[in-house]
């Protein structure tokens, strides 16, 4: 695994990095987020950088936070896995207000900036966040298959392996050890053994309307404590829920979210499919492919508002973009020769888009019923309403 692919997120951080003294970077674990920050790093000649993991790069700051930071005043710092230390964001909102310079720290973080809640109280207006999540479309195409990326998902470590059996052990490793080790460091006590059983669970439900009761008679467990697991699941970047639509025109609308496994590659190992034969005749396929579409659209949208809709009589689309007053309804289809059903020209009839979407197998776009355009996740990223040349 030798293949190296340039992460879209650089320039970004790079930008922020000039306009703010310190800059979060926020993401699971292995998704890449010190292998960007080191190339960042290669810019700033006297930039330092210490991984919080290892006992000997930790002691260098607590034997005198004080002392180490004035003896580095002109460099940028980077701290890698920030969570370990959570006491020194003090430390650092002291130091930042007395260099009034931009690009003083650069830290790395495996948890929310929720979990990671003395960040967000400390650094007030003095931090910028990004969140650097696995590999998305955009950054893979031309260099694996577009049924490569949505069966191994988008961790450096899975999609780059050149054996499906290596990208396999990678991702059941992984699952392993962020339900035993990861997950404890970060300060959750919940065996390990109870969380990968309803893990499993939620990957079993991928893409439906949560039940919360139905979850916790399954475990035993009271829906509260359901809701607190998926918060942990969610904080930690490995599920994401899907809000549904809100509107105050009096329609009865669903209120509980979609939960998905955010990347599929990980969602095929909890299901334990393999290969590309088995998820076609999975029954998560669908939602599999959905949620495959949807994360690549949300990444390529950061300024939008996204939603579901559903209403109590099972109408539904997928995916609802909002920016100001502008509104795109997207419906997805695993399919080469999709076909929109009722529940979709019901629920455009309430919601009134400016734009409807069709993203499904298909080889070239083409303008499908009523309006809608029909088009694959390349060409609609390409060429779509997210497009920078529309």
Same mark, same amino acid.
């Given at each position: 695994?030798?293949?190296?692919?340039?992460?879209?997120?650089?320039?970004?951080?790079?930008?922020?990095?000039?306009?703010?003294?310190?800059?979060?970077?926020?993401?699971?674990?292995?998704?890449?987020?010190?292998?960007?920050?080191?190339?960042?790093?290669?810019?700033?000649?006297?930039?330092?950088?210490?991984?919080?993991?290892?006992?000997?790069?930790?002691?260098?700051?607590?034997?005198?936070?004080?002392?180490?930071?004035?003896?580095?005043?002109?460099?940028?710092?980077?701290?890698?896995?920030?969570?370990?230390?959570?006491?020194?964001?003090?430390?650092?909102?002291?130091?930042?207000?007395?260099?009034?310079?931009?690009?003083?720290?650069?830290?790395?973080?495996?948890?929310?900036?929720?979990?990671?809640?003395?960040?967000?109280?400390?650094?007030?207006?003095?931090?910028?966040?990004?969140?650097?999540?696995?590999?998305?479309?955009?950054?893979?195409?031309?260099?694996?298959?577009?049924?490569?990326?949505?069966?191994?998902?988008?961790?450096?470590?899975?999609?780059?392996?050149?054996?499906?059996?290596?990208?396999?052990?990678?991702?059941?490793?992984?699952?392993?050890?962020?339900?035993?080790?990861?997950?404890?460091?970060?300060?959750?006590?919940?065996?390990?053994?109870?969380?990968?059983?309803?893990?499993?669970?939620?990957?079993?439900?991928?893409?439906?309307?949560?039940?919360?009761?139905?979850?916790?008679?399954?475990?035993?467990?009271?829906?509260?404590?359901?809701?607190?697991? *998926?918060? +942990?699941?969610?904080?930690?970047?490995?599920?994401?829920? &899907?809000?549904?639509? @809100?509107? =105050?025109?009096? $329609?009865? %609308?669903?209120?509980?979210?979609?939960?998905?496994?955010?990347?599929?590659?990980?969602?095929?190992?909890?299901?334990?499919?393999?290969?590309?034969?088995?998820?076609?005749?999975?029954?998560?396929?669908?939602?599999?492919?959905?949620?495959?579409?949807?994360?690549?659209?949300?990444?390529?949208?950061?300024?939008?508002?996204?939603?579901?809709?559903?209403?109590?009589?099972?109408?539904?689309?997928?995916?609802?973009?909002?920016?100001?007053?502008?509104? *795109?309804? +997207?419906?997805?289809?695993?399919?080469?020769?999709?076909? &929109?059903?009722?529940? @979709?020209? =019901?629920?455009? $009839?309430? %919601?009134?888009?400016?734009?409807?979407?069709?993203?499904?197998?298909?080889?070239?776009?083409?303008?499908?019923?009523?309006?809608?355009?029909?088009?694959?996740?390349?060409?609609?990223?390409?060429?779509?309403?997210?497009?920078?040349?529309?």
């Amino acid at each position: 695994m030798t293949k190296k692919i340039k992460r879209q997120f650089q320039a970004t951080i790079e930008t922020r990095l000039k306009h703010n003294p310190v800059v979060a970077l926020l993401g699971a674990r292995q998704v890449g987020k010190s292998t960007l920050a080191k190339l960042v790093l290669e810019k700033y000649p006297n930039s330092i950088y210490l991984d919080l993991e290892k006992q000997t790069d930790r002691r260098k700051i607590e034997n005198d936070i004080e002392l180490f930071l004035s003896q580095n005043k002109s460099k940028l710092i980077c701290l890698d896995e920030i969570q370990m230390m959570p006491d020194i964001f003090q430390a650092i909102r002291s130091y930042v207000d007395e260099n009034d310079r931009n690009a003083q720290f650069l830290i790395l973080g495996s948890a929310s900036r929720d979990l990671i809640k003395q960040s967000s109280e400390t650094l007030a207006g003095r931090i910028a966040y990004i969140e650097i999540t696995p590999f998305h479309f955009n950054e893979i195409k031309g260099e694996v298959s577009f049924y490569d990326h949505w069966l191994k998902g988008g961790y450096p470590k899975s999609i780059l392996q050149k054996r499906i059996e290596e990208s396999i052990y990678w991702r059941n490793d992984y699952i392993k050890t962020f339900l035993e080790r990861d997950l404890p460091q970060l300060g959750f006590t919940i065996p390990a053994v109870t969380l990968d059983r309803f893990w499993r669970m939620l990957a079993h439900t991928h893409g439906q309307v949560i039940n919360y009761s139905s979850l916790g008679r399954s475990l035993d467990v009271t829906h509260h404590t359901i809701k607190s697991y *998926i918060d +942990i699941l969610e904080q930690t970047f490995v599920i994401k829920t &899907l809000r549904p639509y @809100f509107s =105050n025109e009096g $329609k009865r %609308l669903i209120k509980s979210p979609k939960v998905y496994i955010r990347d599929t590659g990980l969602l095929h190992a909890l299901l334990e499919v393999e290969e590309m034969n088995s998820l076609l005749g999975h029954p998560v396929v669908g939602h599999s492919f959905e949620f495959y579409i949807i994360e690549n659209i949300i990444m390529n949208a950061p300024n939008w508002r996204y939603s579901f809709f559903r209403d109590s009589s099972g109408n539904e689309v997928d995916l609802v973009l909002e920016k100001g007053t502008k509104k *795109i309804a +997207i419906e997805i289809k695993c399919s080469t020769s999709p076909r &929109l059903e009722k529940g @979709f020209w =019901n629920s455009v $009839k309430f %919601l009134k888009p400016d734009e409807m979407w069709l993203i499904a197998q298909v080889d070239t776009a083409y303008p499908g019923p009523g309006g809608v355009k029909v088009t694959n996740l390349e060409l609609f990223l390409e060429e779509g309403p997210l497009s920078l040349h529309t």
